[in-house]
Nanobody, 113 residues
Framework: VQLQASGGGLVQTGGSLRLSCVVS????????MGWYRQRPGKRRKLVAG???????NYADSVKGRFTISRDNARNTVNLQMNSLRPEDTAVYYC????????WGQGTLVTVSS
């Protein structure tokens, strides 16, 4: 299973970005997918996840600003990020929970103040 993340970049505070993660196989049967992020010198932390049934969960720090969705027809998981803050700056990794966790390569999001 391979995951390809894209959509990162440089944006000003208050701006928006949309991350996408394309999976190399059908995602319809994958129970959990989502995004983690890792700031420099910090541990990787969950940002948002979504179940096979479409139920999302979010870190408290992004609730109301980020929206996760999955498109089973396109084998894609997306993360819409609005009202971005400098503290959202990190490398974002998508994941798929199968018999093990599979990870994308990471995409850098930089939010300037």
């Amino acid at each position: 299973v391979q995951l390809q993340a894209s959509g990162g970049g440089l944006v000003q505070t208050g701006g928006s970005l949309r991350l996408s993660c394309v999976v190399s196989r059908s995602i319809g049967s994958i129970d959990a997918m989502g995004w983690y992020r890792q700031r420099p010198g910090k541990r990787r932390k969950l940002v948002a996840g979504i179940t096979r049934g479409g139920m999302p969960n979010y870190a408290d720090s992004v609730k109301g600003r980020f929206t996760i969705s999955r498109d089973n027809a396109r084998n894609t998981v997306n993360l819409q990020m609005n009202s971005l803050r400098p503290e959202d700056t990190a490398v974002y990794y998508c994941y798929a929970a199968l018999e093990d966790y599979y990870w994308g390569q990471g995409t850098l999001v930089t939010v300037s103040s």
